[in-house]
């Protein structure tokens, strides 16, 4: 898969940073749209060292966690968005359909489909080899970093 974006591109636009930097590349975008990104799972993540020790498993909460970097991507790539941080305003409907493990590939798509103000909504689908591991509709609430 062609890489558009690296992690040190994506770490200028998104403020995370590692150990929570949770995406590795971005592959595909449309600006404020789309994004597909990917997190490579490796035995060395710094979960799997409690979650669970002798049968490591990516958290769930993590997934929806890179889901939600994929998205904001998206959004702090406008140039309107610069400078602005997305939080998370609510997160529904979230399945878990399969566990990730060392070795996975993670597949991260978001698609935002809706925008209210400040407050975004987007859908997000982990998969792993075409295999859904996660769902989840997030909302989002930009804020503005800039100090006056």
């Not at 490579?40 to 049968?55: A, K, L, N, T």
């Not at 609510?90 to 809706?114: C, M, S």
């Not at 930009?142 to 006056?148: M, N, Q, R, S």
Request: proline fraction near 5%.
């Amino acid at each position: 898969m062609a890489v558009l974006l690296t992690k040190e591109q994506i770490k200028e636009i998104i403020p995370h940073r590692d150990p929570f930097l949770l995406i590795d590349e971005v592959n595909e975008m449309e600006a404020g749209v789309s994004c597909v990104a990917t997190k490579y799972i490796r035995e060395d993540d710094y979960w799997f060292e409690g979650h669970f020790p002798g049968y490591p498993v990516t958290p769930g909460v993590l997934q929806i966690e890179m889901l939600a970097q994929a998205g904001a991507v998206t959004l702090m790539y406008l140039p309107e968005n610069r400078g602005k941080i997305g939080l998370f305003a609510g997160i529904d409907k979230v399945k878990f359909r399969r566990q990730v493990v060392p070795g996975d590939v993670l597949r991260l798509e978001t698609q935002i489909t809706r925008k209210v103000g400040s407050i975004v909504i987007a859908t997000g689908k982990a998969t792993v080899n075409g295999e859904v591991a996660a769902t989840a509709e997030m909302k989002f609430a930009l804020a503005d970093t800039k100090k006056d």
